[in-house]
């Protein structure tokens, strides 16, 4: 049999890769442009919040749209336009300019996870979907590694708006690679007949598409849109303030944050595969999907907790490791949450699902940016958010488990496929 589909799940590595980079420049460059423009903590936090808007409103819209045209398409279309974007930010000499410019970072990123999801729904049978999707999430966490590197060093040799300018620009390089690899299974050559026989070993579906409206009537899809609502927001959390709170509280340089954050994505990485990989393992040692998918996600929410103390510590690298288990107990809970989705909803269904899922999380993305920025603003102190973040996975499980103890999946009338 052959493995082609484990290279469309690196392609899918190295969309996230180069998402995550594009996001994380101005975290990077926060304490740089907020000396330069003279921003205020609230300055930031609108931006961020600029960003998930973005985020938020795409992902209604772009799920739907990635399941109308196909999964090679859309994804081609959202690297076009969140390229584009990163790469004016490099203009920008304004509030208001950046502001534009997240705006459409976000309205472009915000087809990364449908379209990953679906490519995963499409080349994976469900007891391997968790485990790529994990490696296909990892890519998250590598480009947050990559970043910290990197933009200092473009910083310090040719300036920060060549770090949004070279950056940005790789995504025309895997756009052109991504038009080359990708097809569905069924009508890649490089997909043996033994291989389509081992993608397609799930029960078949019968269902062509299921509408956005539709989707929004299953206490099914509110399991998710809710877990992402509460969990989503701490991975903003990390991602956009962690270099200013190693800056802030442990005294670190832009040269000399990078190491650390390092670590944290590297335990971040390791999260996601193990995470996926679990809850996989479980099911092919005959445990059901939802007794697997839960025991993932339950070791993952208690790894969060001890997260609370990282302000307290004195140590950067006892600051450094809980962040990082934090990061990693994230990206394993993530990966279960997304597999969630083709777990329950038909294939033809996972993006539009994954979008509304995703745009309740970016929502809480907004929410987090102005809680967090007021928070330093009035108190100086990163105590109360991660208070917020130790607390945020168990209550998701406890959602999740409410609204859809057995996982099953979706029963569809047929009046309401199209």
Known sequence: MRRFRWVICVMLLLGMTKNYMDRQVI??????LQQQFSWSEIDYGNLVAAFQAAYAVGLLLVGRAI???GTRLGYALAMTVWSAASISQGFMSTLGGFLGGRFALGLGESGVFPASVKAI??????KERAFAMGIANAGTNLGAILTPLVVPWITFHWGWRWAFYSIGSIGFLWLALWLWVYRTPEAHPLCTADELAHIQSDPAERVSQLGLVAVIGYRQTWSIVLAKFITDPIWWFLLFWVPDFLQRTHGLSLL???PPIVVIYLMADGGSVLGGWLSSWLIQRGKTVSFARKTAMLVCAVSVVPVVLAPRVTSTMSAVLLIGLAAAAHQGFSANIY???SDMFPKKAVATAVGF????GAVGGVIIAKVVSYALQWTGSYAIPFVIAGSAYLVALA???FLAPTLEPVHVDPALTK
């Open 67 to 69: 399941d109308r045209l």
């Open 256 to 258: 000399q944050i990078g």
């Open 399 to 401: 959602v999740i488990q």
């Open 121 to 126: 729904a499409e080349w994976f049978p469900k």
């Open 27 to 32: 975290g990077i460059l926060k304490t740089t």
């Open 339 to 341: 597999t969630l989705s």
């Open 357 to 360: 899922a995703g745009m309740a």
